[in-house]
């Protein structure tokens, strides 16, 4: 697998000359956010031939979108079993088919013909820190029977064999899921919306926004600009205009690093070459640029510098897979997801004109490109499927103290799946243990000869008498013996 995340371009790396906004303009649809799901709508809009001018405040792709594994795969941030219980089975169906959509639009747009270098692989598994196995079966059934999903039900040898650890148990793999270079796909993504006629201005924030009246108006530091639609995507960083919206979501930052490299060490301890993530979200790894291992684990609810969970990946690295050793970390990354409080994205029209696509947290990937299709087609076309998320509506997320409360939420989290996965681990040595010593007894019966024993060659085993006969016998047994020696017995 050939990638990098050190090695791009400079225009990918956003370092080429950046255009900012600097006269009047009009356009039918105006996006502020030049991250996953701002590009996503752009590239979907210019393709059907909607003007799209998109505003970003700082570079394309500079928080989460340009700082994530790559990893894109149906569903969402908010567990299936959750997700039916609070809409019904048949709008579950719809939404996670819509989904399964958006997984599509990534990859046909993500390849080498596209995006040069975007190096894409196949195969996602999901591996449990317990003994899952009755779950597992539940939960394959659900997947193939009710949402039309290829996945397979690893046992925990054939987890073993793909993972050198004892960390894990089983394992649901996912074949149709993939991942690509996240930081080249969105970059990538720019270059497609700019071809297929869309307009993208950095260094350009939003000062304000007036949505009334037919054409909206967008005002810039340098510029202003008028649009008939315009969608906010712009994640945690919306800025003072829009902060009543930004304060619905639960800003969450997700570090990762990437080791040097650790040659055919590597392959003979972790032989999946696809994702690899936890089913506690604690997890999520790959090899990539051949022998290199990308890891994400430590998570805050407030901004840190990357560089300084390098000794925690280390050491979260070390204690799934030992023999690895004291891997040395050459790169860290991170950056900031949006959570809703009910764990959807946040997909739809707010007023007449203005939308809002955000709050994708871990899933962002399929989802942002999901709710690019969605609301393109919805102004274009007047496809009403985004009103599928109208259930979840926008909540406030709580401020600092729901920042201070997402902390602690996520470390009882870890702590308790690191006892969960504790005590399984414990489980499965004394059942080997157990087996271990069964076995060593049956041996030493059978050297002892005090096992069963086995007839004589040649002789036929006596068979067990009928249960009326073996009453008669028992009762024969249990009368006292008479002795008469002129009658015959």
Same mark, same amino acid.
């Given at each position: 697998?050939?990638?990098?995340?050190?090695?791009?371009?400079?225009?990918? $790396?956003?370092?080429?000359?950046?255009?900012?906004?600097?006269?009047?303009?009009?356009?039918?649809?105006?996006?502020?956010?030049?991250?996953?799901?701002?590009?996503? /709508?752009?590239?979907?809009?210019?393709?059907?031939?909607?003007?799209?001018?998109?505003?970003?405040?700082?570079?394309?792709?500079?928080?989460?979108?340009?700082?994530?594994?790559?990893?894109?795969?149906?569903?969402?941030?908010?567990?299936?079993? !959750?997700?039916?219980?609070?809409?019904?089975?048949?709008?579950?169906?719809?939404?996670?088919?819509?989904?399964? !959509?958006?997984?599509?639009?990534? @990859?046909?747009?993500?390849?080498?013909?596209?995006?040069?270098?975007?190096?894409?692989?196949?195969?996602?598994?999901?591996?449990?820190?317990?003994?899952?196995?009755?779950? #597992? /079966?539940?939960?394959?059934?659900?997947?193939?029977?009710?949402?039309?999903?290829?996945? !397979?039900?690893?046992?925990?040898?054939?987890?073993?064999?793909?993972?050198?650890?004892?960390?894990?148990?089983?394992?649901?793999?996912?074949?149709?899921?993939?991942?690509?270079?996240?930081?080249?796909?969105?970059?990538?993504?720019? $270059?497609?919306?700019?071809?297929?006629?869309?307009?993208?201005?950095?260094?350009?924030?939003?000062?304000?926004?007036?949505?009334?009246?037919?054409?909206?108006? /967008?005002?810039?530091?340098?510029? @202003?600009?008028?649009?008939?639609?315009?969608?906010?995507?712009?994640?945690?960083?919306? *800025?003072?205009?829009?902060?009543?919206?930004?304060?619905? #979501? #639960?800003?969450?930052? %997700?570090?990762?690093?990437?080791?040097?490299?650790?040659?055919?060490?590597?392959? !003979?301890?972790?032989?999946?070459?696809?994702?690899?993530?936890?089913?506690?979200?604690?997890?999520?790894?790959?090899?990539?640029?051949?022998?290199?291992?990308?890891?994400?684990?430590?998570?805050?609810?407030?901004?840190?510098?990357?560089?300084?969970? $390098?000794?925690?990946?280390?050491?979260?690295?070390?204690?799934?897979?030992?023999?690895?050793?004291?891997?040395?970390?050459?790169?860290?990354?991170?950056?900031?997801?949006?959570?809703?409080?009910?764990?959807?994205?946040?997909?739809?029209?707010?007023?007449?004109?203005?939308?809002?696509?955000?709050?994708? *947290?871990?899933?962002?990937?399929?989802?942002?490109?999901?709710?690019?299709?969605?609301?393109?087609?919805?102004? #274009?076309?007047?496809?009403? @499927?985004?009103?599928?998320?109208?259930?979840?509506?926008?909540?406030?997320?709580?401020?600092?103290? *729901? @920042?201070?409360?997402?902390?602690?939420?996520?470390?009882?989290?870890?702590?308790?799946?690191?006892?969960?996965?504790?005590?399984?681990?414990?489980?499965?040595?004394?059942?080997?243990?157990?087996?271990?010593?069964?076995?060593?007894?049956?041996?030493?019966?059978?050297?002892?000869?005090?096992?069963? %024993?086995?007839?004589?060659?040649?002789?036929?085993?006596?068979?067990?008498?009928?249960?009326?006969?073996?009453?008669?016998?028992?009762?024969?047994?249990?009368?006292?013996?008479?002795?008469?020696?002129?009658?015959?017995?």
């Amino acid at each position: 697998m050939s990638e990098t995340f050190t090695s791009v371009s400079q225009d990918e $790396a956003g370092f080429r000359e950046r255009t900012r906004l600097s006269f009047e303009l009009d356009a039918d649809i105006c996006v502020i956010g030049a991250g996953l799901a701002g590009l996503s /709508i752009a590239l979907e809009a210019a393709r059907l031939g909607a003007s799209v001018v998109v505003l970003e405040g700082r570079h394309v792709g500079w928080n989460a979108s340009g700082n994530q594994l790559g990893t894109v795969m149906p569903g969402f941030a908010l567990p299936l079993t !959750e997700l039916i219980e609070r809409i019904g089975l048949e709008d579950a169906r719809e939404l996670w088919a819509l989904s399964k !959509e958006g997984a599509e639009f990534v @990859r046909a747009n993500a390849t080498e013909e596209n995006i040069p270098g975007i190096a894409p692989s196949d195969g996602v598994l999901e591996v449990s820190n317990v003994d899952a196995g009755d779950r #597992l /079966i539940s939960r394959l059934q659900m997947l193939n029977e009710d949402f039309d999903t290829e996945v !397979e039900g690893w046992q925990v040898d054939r987890v073993s064999e793909a993972l050198k650890t004892e960390r894990y148990f089983h394992g649901v793999h996912y074949p149709r899921a993939f991942q690509v270079d996240g930081r080249k796909y969105v970059h990538g993504l720019a $270059a497609l919306a700019r071809r297929a006629g869309a307009r993208i201005f950095e260094d350009t924030p939003v000062v304000s926004i007036d949505h009334s009246g037919i054409r909206k108006r /967008i005002v810039t530091p340098s510029a @202003r600009l008028r649009a008939t639609h315009i969608v906010l995507a712009g994640n945690i960083h919306l *800025g003072a205009p829009l902060r009543r919206l930004s304060e619905t #979501l #639960l800003p969450v930052w %997700r570090y990762a690093g990437i080791t040097a490299p650790l040659g055919e060490l590597l392959h !003979e301890i972790i032989a999946f070459k696809g994702s690899v993530m936890d089913s506690d979200g604690v997890d999520h790894f790959r090899i990539v640029d051949g022998d290199r291992l990308m890891w994400e684990s430590p998570e805050t609810t407030w901004a840190v510098r990357p560089q300084r969970f $390098a000794g925690s990946i280390k050491r979260r690295i070390r204690t799934i897979f030992p023999q690895l050793g004291n891997v040395e970390i050459t790169e860290t990354f991170g950056g900031a997801t949006g959570q809703t409080v009910h764990g959807m994205p946040q997909i739809g029209q707010l007023r007449k004109g203005l939308w809002v696509a955000s709050g994708f *947290g871990r899933q962002g990937m399929n989802t942002s490109a999901m709710a690019g299709q969605l609301i393109v087609r919805s102004i #274009l076309w007047g496809d009403e @499927r985004w009103k599928l998320f109208s259930p979840f509506e926008l909540v406030w997320a709580g401020g600092a103290t *729901g @920042r201070v409360a997402g902390q602690l939420v996520g470390i009882w989290g870890r702590a308790s799946s690191a006892a969960a996965g504790s005590l399984a681990r414990y489980r499965e040595r004394a059942r080997v243990k157990d087996r271990k010593r069964e076995a060593r007894l049956a041996e030493a019966n059978r050297a002892a000869g005090t096992g069963p %024993r086995r007839p004589p060659p040649g002789m036929r085993p006596r068979p067990a008498p009928a249960p009326e006969h073996a009453a008669q016998d028992v009762k024969r047994a249990a009368e006292p013996a008479v002795q008469d020696e002129g009658v015959s017995q």
